[in-house]
């Protein structure tokens, strides 16, 4: 479980306000993860990387951004053009051939 | 695209009982089919997973099926115990890149003693 960690683990936030989620992992995965995760609803995908410096937009992008500097780093910015961001945002990784995906403890970020 | 149902949304069963989630998908090209449990406040972990050339897979007391013709997959848990109650995740991969999934909205499960 500690091959992949998040932080912070809560995150509190004013409105207008950009915050940024740590993602690291030491697994040596090509691949890295974001996702959402709202009360009733599934894992929704926000971005994804496969190699270092290339990353591609998933199913709810809109408000978020990535980058992806290091094999071992991929951090999430939630903008303030994000209207709704309070939710639990889980970062995964995977081998890019096995098809498991590692997930992190996740962060919950509250907008207040 | 992809999309992923699952059903029931809620499921509670007695101590040793079975428990059955079934998942349907929408993408024939979809060849990877993982499910996840997690546990209240934890991460997802994977806890069986069956790919597309294959129609049964079994690990201990927990088993999946895949129909691929009906597009649709089962997760089998069997002589379920407390320490089974967690919300579990289906997914399917998006097309025929396995590493990509689509996941069903989960499925709460509670064994009640």
């Known amino acids: 479980d500690g091959g992949i960690t998040q932080s912070p683990k809560y995150l509190f936030r004013k409105e207008g306000q950009n915050v940024t989620l740590s993602c690291e992992q030491n697994?040596?995965?090509?691949?890295m993860y974001w996702y959402r995760q709202d009360p009733g609803q599934g894992l929704r995908l926000i971005y994804y990387?496969?190699?270092?410096?290339?990353?591609q937009k998933g199913d709810i992008a809109e408000g978020y951004s990535v980058s992806r500097e290091k094999k071992e780093s991929f951090p999430l910015t939630v903008t303030s053009a994000q209207k709704n961001p309070t939710a639990f945002y889980l970062c995964a990784s995977s081998t890019g051939t096995s098809g498991e995906q590692f997930f992190g403890p996740g962060t919950r970020l509250t907008v207040l | 695209g992809e999309n992923v149902e699952q059903h029931p949304s809620t499921l509670s069963v007695q101590e040793g009982d079975s428990a059955v989630i079934k998942c349907t998908y929408s993408d024939s090209a979809s060849n990877y089919f993982p499910w996840y449990k997690q546990e209240l406040g934890k991460r997802p972990q994977l806890i069986i997973d069956i790919r597309s050339n294959v129609g049964e897979k079994k690990d201990q007391r927990i088993a999946v099926t895949l129909n691929k013709t009906a597009k649709h997959f089962s997760l089998h848990i069997t002589e379920t115990q407390p320490e089974d109650s967690a919300v579990y995740f289906c997914?399917?991969?998006?097309?025929?890149?396995?590493?990509?999934?689509?996941f069903g909205p989960g499925t709460r499960l509670s064994v009640l003693p």
């Open positions: 697994l040596n995965h090509d691949a």
């Open positions: 997914a399917a991969s998006r097309g025929n890149y396995g590493q990509n999934f689509v």
């Open positions: 990387s496969q190699i270092v410096n290339d990353f």
